[in-house]
């Protein structure tokens, strides 16, 4: 079993629990083998449900004998990124704040799954508040790409990605608020798929930028995503931005063939043309649309204009929302209190909890933040940035009434070396080919497309659909992900450099 754990995707573990080859305890305890053998390394969890993870799979395992198994997932482990809530487990967000909270409450996909019978394994690792794109600053410990361990895993989800990567998670949920999802995705060799704004519950979600945050799978495949998305989303009366048309059943495009007979792909020509894209990640998405043409599909050039103004427009929204929802963490209802002993000391106690146990970045965007959104600057900056992100939906608007699907990179290059990005300007142009997704709603998944040749670091393509088309994209990347050079490629975690 140990053997091919590691390759083991979420549906064919489920066929494995059908056919009685496996039982749920097996699968479980053999993920927690790989969990100690690897994650001292890696740094892929930041804390692991192994007790509650082995009663119920016990219990799984009960219910299967006696044929009451909850659906065709019960007893799956699954990990979940440590910004979504799960009953009566830590809930830190990577950050020193919550050091020691627990949440009292599930998140709507956490309750959604654990329906389904699956198993919370452990908590991934995650940049601060998810604000960054290499998860070297969670406040705990940086995550290694399980490819190359000088490298990083992108972020912010990059604990999610790894744990996938590595073998020590079947699937994990992560958070894409401009790209976290996709961007570690890309970097690490998996599936990220970010649904549509509003697809997903974010019930649970500790938000970190409300009108762009999304909630969605990082798998060993393709069907891994459908399946998962099939199982998180729909409607939540517990979030008011959670809308009733979102797809559903997506998972049912894998029982029609996958052909792309007279699909129409587009290829934005900024992003191919951006002066940062590595000649070799062009090359490689290049190589994944003529691969499309193969299959039938009709691949020509678009434009979108207007993603020149997506980074600047999302660090000036992103902070904005940011600042407001991070005013809760004031020491007072929620983790760590640093408790003042002067005069006024309720003031203090809120500067001291909030200085000393915010991060750099996450104290940066909340400055940024209620700057943008001041009186005499709002005009200036925060209105600016929600007309530039009007015209950016338009622009998919526009692109998407001529193709049914878009092709892109992922991200500019390749995993960078730790510590490399030091520039907080730089790192965030990483998310350059993700961000614009976010700020228009619609989705987006990043599926393996290669791998550098210089380094042997893994290469994504991006897919990008309309608002709530999830089966259209998916079909798409599901007969790419036949094509890839990258499919099934596992890195060996046994002798990755140091
Ligand atoms: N890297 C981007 C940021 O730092 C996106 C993060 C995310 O998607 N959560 O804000």
Redesign the pocket.
Known sequence: MDKNIATLSFAHAAELLREGQISSRELVQALLSRVDVHDEALGAYLSVARESALSEAEEADARRQKGEQLSPWDGLPISVKDNIAVAGQANTCGSKILEGYTSPYDATVVRRLKDAGCIVLGRTNMDEF????STEHSAYKPVANPWARSCVPG??SGGSAASVAAGEALAALG??????IRQPAAFCGVVGLKPTYGAVSRYGLVA?ASSLDQIGPLTKTVRDSAVLYDLISGPDPNDATSVPDAATGVSGVFDSGLSLEGKKIGMPKEFFDYEGLSAEVREKVQNAAEALEQRGANVKEVSLPYNEFAIAAYYII?PAEASSNLARFDGIRYGRREVAEAAGRLLETYRLSRGKNFGEEVKRRIILGTYVLSSGYYDAYYLRAQKARTKLREDFARVFEECDVLLTPTTPSGAFRMKQVTEPLQMYRS?IFTISANLAGIPGISVPCGFTETEGLPVGAQFLAPHFAEKEMLRVAAAYEQASPAAGCYPDVTETDG
Do not use: R
């Not at 998810?130 to 794109?133: L, R, T, V, W």
């Not at 958070?175 to 976290?180: L, P």
């Open positions: 998810a604000m960054g794109s972020g912010s958070s894409d608020t401009g790209g976290s970190f992103a998310d």
